[in-house]
């Protein structure tokens, strides 16, 4: 089976640019969650979607950050503008209705200088 | 609300040694429990999860865990480690007061040295 995939790898951009992060997550999961990973700390959840819908984004900053799965697969998870504090690991989750277990992505590691 | 605290930030140990690292959580309603792995520029990597029935937890890499209800604790083990398992470690907590959503601690480094 494979796992969650997440692209880019990479990216370093400056601040005021914008970015966007890619997830595709394991095959017949309905659930689609994205994480910020800041150095030093345990992951924090920005969004979770149950197929297409938004189940929570109470801690996602809506005035830069912006996420979708239209078409209840897929996610895209953008930032724009990026701030120095953005500087982070965001990882990508998925899970399926039938076990209460989050199975992880690889991440993209963002640098804002 | 649940949260959890992973009482060390970092564990040094030395190959072939035991080792133990703790985890405590707080909640008021029934919950699950997990503990991940992450490796230097990869994401978390499920080691084992305790949603019900026996207490001890086994899990891949000769990883085990006990549920301690008395003591709203979940420590990790493993009794010789290898070069290979030094990485981060995450505690998490997650059941029905959190919409299943896990709450995750800040992590333990464990280090092995030769």
């Known amino acids: 089976e494979a796992g969650v995939a997440q692209s880019p790898r990479y990216k370093i951009i400056e601040k005021r640019q914008s970015v966007a992060f890619w997830c595709n997550p394991i095959s017949g999961h309905a659930t689609l969650y994205w994480y910020q990973q800041i150095l030093g700390q345990g992951p924090k959840l920005l969004i979770q979607?149950?197929?297409?819908?938004?189940?929570?984004d109470s801690q996602l900053p809506k005035d830069r950050f912006s996420a979708e799965r239209l078409k209840g697969v897929d996610s895209t998870l953008k930032i724009q503008p990026a701030k120095l504090e953005d500087s982070a690991v965001y990882l990508c989750a998925s899970s399926s209705s039938r076990e209460q277990t989050q199975y992880f992505g690889p991440g993209t590691r963002l640098l804002v200088l | 609300a649940q949260s959890v605290t992973q009482l060390d930030s970092q564990v040094p140990v030395f190959e072939e040694a035991p080792v133990e690292l703790r985890c405590n959580y707080s909640?008021?309603?029934?919950?699950?429990l997990f503990w991940y792995v992450q490796y230097p520029n990869q994401g978390l990597q499920l080691l084992l999860k305790y949603l019900s029935g026996s207490t001890l937890v086994k899990g891949i890499n000769g990883f085990e865990a006990e549920f301690n209800k008395s003591q709203t604790s979940f420590h990790l083990r493993k009794p010789s480690v290898h070069i290979s398992d030094t990485a981060e470690y995450f505690c998490?907590?997650?059941?029905?007061?959190?919409?299943?959503?896990?709450?995750f601690g800040r992590g333990t480094s464990l280090i092995v040295h030769p």
């Open positions: 998490a907590v997650s059941g029905p007061g959190g919409s299943y959503i896990p709450t």
């Open positions: 909640s008021s309603v029934s919950v699950y």
């Open positions: 979607f149950q197929n297409n819908g938004v189940v929570d």
